[in-house]
C-alpha cells in the first residue's frame, strides 16, 4: 500500500480504494520511514497473500 502512495503520489486516494482513514496511511507512512524499519532485511518486510481458487470463488458467487 505504501508503495502504491508513492507511486500514485496521492495519499487520499489510495486510502478511499482500501477503505482506511488517511491518518492510518500517514502514520503508516511515518513509521516506515523509521530507522529500525530501513534496516530490517526485505525478506522481513513479505506479507503472505491468499489467492482464492477457482472453486472457492464459484462457491463466493453461488452462495446467496
Known sequence: ML?????VG???QVTRRHGL????VYN???RSNHHD???T???AKKVA???VSSAEFK???TTP
Do not use: F, I
Not at 21 to 24: E, F, L, N, R
Open 3 to 7: 508503495q502504491e502512495v508513492h507511486e
Open 10 to 12: 496521492n495519499a487520499a
Open 21 to 24: 482513514t488517511p491518518k492510518m
Open 28 to 30: 503508516r507512512m511515518k
Open 37 to 39: 524499519w530501513q534496516t
Open 41 to 43: 532485511s526485505p525478506k
Open 49 to 51: 497473500s491468499y489467492l
Open 59 to 61: 462457491d463466493l458467487e
